[in-house]
């Protein structure tokens, strides 16, 4: 069964400072299956009731072009902040891929937030659209480890397919990258870890990885985050609830070596990490070239 919400806008008002330059924010969908279990977007300070039913917004394409037409500027479109645009129903739907045809159309640019390999489905249009404005994609993995993968992002593509999807969008000429967070105390928080993914980051022809070094936890999000480390990792609620007690943020305990050790290996391999730096190179080419 497909659940719909009303929606009288989907494309937001201008960001200031928006992630990787983006001008606008975008959600057709609210609510996620993924199944993560560190994801913040369950708190309720964002109001998503019965978070893990994907609800799509009605006449979302017509809405999203009504949007697009009165913006008086073009810009960049932020989607996949608060839910995956390519969640299962995608598929069916098509959703995502009737905006990413409107935003090509009206001369917009697009940044992409997933973790799903179904965006490869759309690279015709992410195409068409980096022929006249900003790209990016940018795909989360927070471990090299597809085992671990599957408990802690339980109903998504292994981390493997995802290292395969962001091949392919290279191969497209798509500027892509990693979203490397957040990284879990004590789960995924090792550097072997932060290793393969920064190595498997840039055999994918990713161009930048960026990294946050623990996670945030809220009242009802720890509550929830608690209960699966009960049911998946034995012991590590503890040690959390020792390490942070109610705190909202939660570093990982040895963050300076591991950021050291997570920046000189993206330098080794020329990766991008600093958001302004990956700010310059989306953007650079289309205001040397005058597109944009």
């Not at 998503?48 to 994907?54: C, H, K, L, Y």
């Amino acid at each position: 069964m497909q659940f719909t919400i009303p929606a009288k806008t989907i494309v937001s008002a201008r960001l200031q400072n928006g992630w990787f330059g983006a001008d606008y924010n975008m959600n057709i969908y609210k609510g996620c299956c993924h199944g993560c279990i560190y994801c913040d977007s369950r708190s309720d300070c964002y109001g998503v009731e019965n978070f893990d039913t994907v609800r799509h917004k009605e006449n979302a394409l017509e809405v999203i072009e009504a949007d697009l037409r009165r913006k008086r500027q073009t810009g960049m479109i932020l989607t996949g902040s608060m839910s995956d645009p390519y969640n299962p129903f995608e598929q069916e739907l098509r959703l995502s891929r009737g905006a990413l045809s409107l935003i090509e159309r009206y001369g917009f640019g697009v940044a992409v937030h997933t973790k799903s390999p179904l965006i490869t489905r759309d690279i015709d249009l992410l195409q068409a659209i980096a022929r006249h404005a900003p790209i990016c994609v940018s795909m989360t993995i927070t471990t090299a480890d597809d085992a671990l993968c599957r408990k802690i992002e339980q109903n998504i593509a292994p981390s493997g397919e995802r290292f395969a999807a962001l091949s392919k969008l290279s191969a497209a000429g798509i500027s892509c990258g990693v979203l490397l967070m957040p990284l879990l105390p004590f789960i995924n928080d090792t550097p072997a870890n932060i290793l393969a993914i920064v190595r498997g980051a840039h055999a994918s022809g990713a161009k930048w990885i960026h990294c946050f070094m623990g996670l945030t936890l809220r009242a009802n999000q720890r509550t929830h985050y608690y209960a699966k480390l009960d049911e998946r990792f034995s012991g590590v609620k503890k040690r959390y609830i020792q390490t942070y007690g109610e705190a909202y943020s939660c570093p990982v305990p040895n963050q300076k070596e591991l950021w050291n050790l997570f920046t000189a290996e993206c330098r080794r391999l020329g990766l991008l990490y600093r958001m302004a730096d990956i700010k310059e190179f989306i953007w650079s080419r289309y205001r040397e070239r005058r597109l944009f």
